[in-house]
């Protein structure tokens, strides 16, 4: 066990664990933030994804010791002042979550696709989100939505 | 429309909040409507006789239904809103759901069948409407007016009296806050129901409007609160090592091999099950993955290999025969044809495999007994683990929270009686999780089908004999969470006589003279503790038999030179006996609704051959469950050069009788159509003679966002002759949708090629190796 340093979504917190362990069980058990979420713990499937730089980040697979002090984003930091972020509003308006489960890694993938990629195709958005899978398959949904928020955020 | 805000704030002054916050939250609704302390336990059935039990209204004028349903995330507790606020009469902006928590709200089986508005929605009605009548006579005695004096809006009530002002009293003003002690009727849950009739559809003013689901705003805002999310103090984490050859017998567990992992509790082993129980997740991962354990592998095979695996369920005796469904004479309708065609076609198993595998967590406390989880049959649950772990069903509660879509009977149930196992083992709260890798491969498959078509048409084309001979793997099918059945109790070497399982037959409204459907389960070697078990997948078997049925009915089209949606719609036209229900008339009109939508042009297929890489298609299937109809045409590209299929466009139509929600259902139904085309062109549960080979999403890949269709267009039909009755029915719509997704593929990628698909899935190995042929 080692105290570890983390900087999320703003807030800086002192962990005592094991330096190896990946950051989501941190996230969710030692921080309480449900927004990132299990689904495959190898990296595969996207519902454990944070943003750090900037970047989707799957944290099923990355260990907390590599985080330290950076900030970390997750969907629980995406709203400002009570606001929804306009993807988030997009996520609501488009009316996309059927069980929701995979969504947090559905926005923040849309978030860091849409920095880069501010106005995508339908190309560079099945290209940028087709790591990150939804077994509900709302993926339709969630295609209109990354348009209309790149429309707002334009 | 509920904004977000508005209804984040209509929580937070009303000091009400929806189930799936956590049990905390709705233990507090009930402290408010002065319930006895559940939280506590024990926990006895709510009375479903007790009006109370359904409905609460409070001083402010708002309402909160308790329902014994569950969602799979299709926002079936909005739909419960729209029809009991308007059977209630209450603004529908005022009113919560509760749902499918054992000890608050009444059995009413969880979800399951789609049934959650076909049956479960008409109790819903009827107690709503007893709610009304009780308020309006408590109005009447209030003003000293007959109740004929008084009208009804938005939970006002209002009564006017000729020379004064109009009077009005509120709901909440004439009971909130207070029960209504009112008794209900009725031999069972299904038929509660009290003194007063239901409203005309034409009188309902939220159905048939799309309010915004209820359960979206915090799924995207991050405060939704999961079953995978709970937690209680004390609360230990566990995993689970399951033997790496099917069939396996432990032999030894080597507890000295993790003694330098911190943080284990316990190593549990009991028969074949064995988990480790840790102080925090990662040392239970941890624990898991180093644990050594010997196994005996067993003396014969579980199973053939999944390439064997159609040779083996044809070759294979039947292990039982379903009762064939003969019309006319078979025989003598072969006998006399013009043309006689034949083919086989072969669905694989196929898993739920869940987007977030099996968790739950149970908690010891006070002596009872509670279980956190998100399957969708929480009271089975409930019922199931009393018995397994012998302890009576009041001490037992289990709290419904939203999950990981699952459609079906799930692994979320053997993570449940394991939690509750391991819980009353330690006497701590243990909280189970699975790995990706155990619900790929443990979770139930949907059976695997092999099935023989056999068609004769005569010199015009006319279909005259039709011939379905199925066998279905689907032995030793087991229920829902049977104390003796789940994956824990097998393990520990419960055994009864394995449930027999059926082959099912296609449902279609077709008109055939000669017409014979017959079939039979085929067994596997191994029965029990084996990763091949069956439970249900959205529509059970409907995707595997309508893949052979509809497809089958493209080759006859063919065969006649006819165009597939003309060759069906012949089928349908030609029947002349009573057509209880519109059976038929609204097949044809889903079927004319679809082909207008899509604008398809009348030919027979395929189409002429294309030069370049891609090549074009269009498919129809077409398919009836529990009063559903659904058409759907679809269209592909299929790369020469790669085998890659791309269904560019999907045109379904729709009849679910009456529509409570359209935007809901559009949504749930574009959900069910990506789901079967993921599994027209993904899944196969795969294995070797000894295990699992699909374990995780590169071995057991699904549809992904490159797969999206450019266009998905659903047209909800009422094909009723009579669509404005006031007694229109609300049908089942939850799982018809997956039924004609393959063959419409499979029909599509004919028509573009002139390869006939008959394995599913249409990987692009598959689809490569056949236009080579």
């Keep these: 066990m080692a105290a570890l340093n983390l900087l999320v979504n703003g807030k800086r917190h002192t962990v005592e664990a094991e330096p190896s362990t990946p950051l989501l069980y941190i996230l969710r058990n030692d921080l309480d933030l449900a927004g990132p979420r299990f689904g495959c713990g190898l990296g595969q499937c996207g519902a454990c994804t944070v943003l750090i730089g900037g970047q989707a980040v799957r944290s099923c697979v990355r260990p907390v010791s590599q985080v330290q002090n950076v900030e970390i984003t997750t969907l629980e930091g995406l709203s400002k002042d009570g606001q929804l972020h306009p993807i988030q509003q997009a996520w609501l308006d488009e009316q996309v979550p059927a069980c929701g489960f995979c969504q947090n890694g559905q926005m923040l993938t849309a978030k860091a696709l849409l920095d880069k990629t501010p106005n995508p195709t339908d190309a560079q958005i099945r290209e940028g989100m087709k790591g990150t899978l939804c077994r509900c398959m709302t993926y339709y949904r969630i295609n209109a939505a990354v348009k209309l928020a790149a429309k707002r955020l334009a | ?773």
Aim: proline share 6%; glycine share 8%.
């Design chain 2, 1 to 773: 429309m509920i904004k977000n805000s508005s209804r984040r704030e209509f929580l937070q002054t009303s000091g009400l909040l929806v189930a799936s916050v956590a049990a905390i939250s709705v233990d507090g609704v009930e402290a408010f409507l002065q319930r006895p302390a559940a939280g506590a336990g024990p926990y006895p059935d709510p009375d479903f006789r007790q009006l109370d039990s359904w409905i609460a209204i409070r001083p402010d004028n708002t309402a909160t239904f308790y329902v014994g349903k569950t969602d799979l995330g299709q926002g079936t507790g909005t739909a419960f809103r729209q029809i009991m606020s308007d059977e209630l009469d209450i603004a529908f902006e005022n009113t919560t759901c509760v749902m499918g928590s054992t000890d608050i709200t009444v059995d009413q089986g969880g979800s399951g069948g789609s049934d959650a508005l076909q049956t479960d929605g008409y109790p819903m009605r009827r107690v709503a409407a007893e709610g009304r009548r009780v308020l309006l006579d408590m109005a009447a005695e209030y003003f000293g007016v007959p109740v004929t004096a008084l009208s009804v809006s938005d939970g006002v009530v209002s009564t006017r009296t000729g020379d004064t002002a109009d009077r009005t009293v509120t709901y909440g003003q004439l009971i909130g806050g207070k029960k209504f002690n009112v008794t209900l009727t009725g031999r069972n849950i299904d038929a509660t129901t009290g003194k007063a009739p239901l409203k005309p559809v034409q009188a309902m003013k939220n159905v048939g409007k799309s309010p915004r689901r209820d359960d979206i705003p915090a799924k995207v805002d991050g405060t939704q609160r999961w079953a995978v999310d709970m937690k209680v103090p004390g609360m230990l984490h566990a995993r689970n090592v399951r033997p790496p050859m099917v069939g396996a017998t432990l032999k030894a567990v080597d507890e000295s091999s993790i003694k330098d992992v911190p943080g284990v509790v316990k190593v549990v082993s009991r028969g074949n099950y064995v988990a480790v129980v840790c102080e925090r997740e990662e040392q239970a991962i941890r624990a898991a993955r180093q644990l050594k354990v010997e196994w005996t592998p067993p003396a014969t095979a579980p199973f053939p290999t999944s390439e064997d695996l159609f040779t083996y369920m044809r070759a294979t005796p039947t292990s039982s025969v379903s009762e064939p469904v003969v019309t006319g004479d078979l025989a003598a309708g072969f006998a006399g044809a013009a043309t006689v065609i034949e083919a086989k076609y072969d669905v694989p198993y196929q898993g739920h495999t869940a987007f977030g595998p099996a968790h739950a967590l149970a908690d010891p406390s006070n002596g009872q007994l509670t279980i956190y989880s998100n399957d969708m049959k929480s009271y089975g649950m409930r019922t199931g683990v009393a018995q397994f772990l012998k302890i009576p069903k009041e001490k037992i509660r289990v709290v419904w929270m939203q999950g990981p879509q699952a459609y079906g009977r799930t692994a979320a149930e053997d993570a449940g009686f394991e939690a509750a196992f391991l819980a009353t083992e330690l006497n701590r709260p243990v909280r189970m999780q699975w790995t990706r890798q155990e619900e790929t491969s443990w979770d139930t498959k949907g059976p695997a089908y092999a099935v023989n078509m056999r068609g004769a048409l005569d010199a015009k084309g006319q279909l005259v004999a039709l011939d379905y001979d199925a066998r279905a793997g689907d032995f030793n099918h087991v229920g829902y969470n049977e104390a003796d059945t789940v994956l824990i109790a097998q393990l520990m070497g419960q055994r009864k006589t394995p449930a027999r399982g059926r082959a099912s037959y296609p449902n279609d409204k077709y008109t055939v003279p000669n017409r014979r459907m017959a079939g039979g389960v085929v067994p596997m070697p191994l029965a029990w503790e084996t990763p091949v078990r069956m439970g249900n997948l959205r529509d059970p078997d409907g995707p595997q038999v309508t893949f052979a049925s509809e497809s089958f009915v493209d080759e006859l089209a063919i065969a006649a030179k006819a165009d597939p949606v003309a060759f069906r719609l012949a089928l349908l036209d030609r029947g002349t006996g009573d057509d209880s229900g519109f059976k038929r008339a609204r097949s044809i009109a889903c079927l004319k609704a679809a082909a207008q939508k899509f604008g398809w042009d009348t030919r027979t297929s395929p189409r002429p051959r294309s030069s370049g890489d891609i090549a074009v298609g269009r498919g129809v299937a077409y398919a009836y469950r529990s009063e559903t109809v659904v058409a759907e045409i679809v269209e592909v590209e299929v790369n020469k050069r790669t085998g890659h299929i791309w269904a560019k466009r999907i045109v379904c139509a729709h009849d679910c009788g009456l529509v409570i929600n359209p935007d809901a259902l559009t949504h749930a139904l574009e959900g069910g159509l990506l789901h079967a085309l993921s599994r027209a062109l993904y899944e196969e549960a795969r294995f070797d003679q000894s295990k699992m080979l699909t374990v995780d999403w590169i071995t057991s890949p699904t549809l992904t966002h490159a797969d999206v269709p450019e266009k998905i267009d659903i047209i909800q039909v009422n094909g009723d002759p009579n669509p404005n009755r006031p007694d229109l029915q609300h049908y089942g719509a939850g799982e018809t949708i997956c039924k004609p997704m393959l063959a419409a593929v499979a029909n599509a990628v004919f028509d573009a090629t002139g390869v006939r698909m008959r394995r599913v899935p249409f990987t692009a190995q598959r689809v490569l190796a056949a236009l080579k042929i």
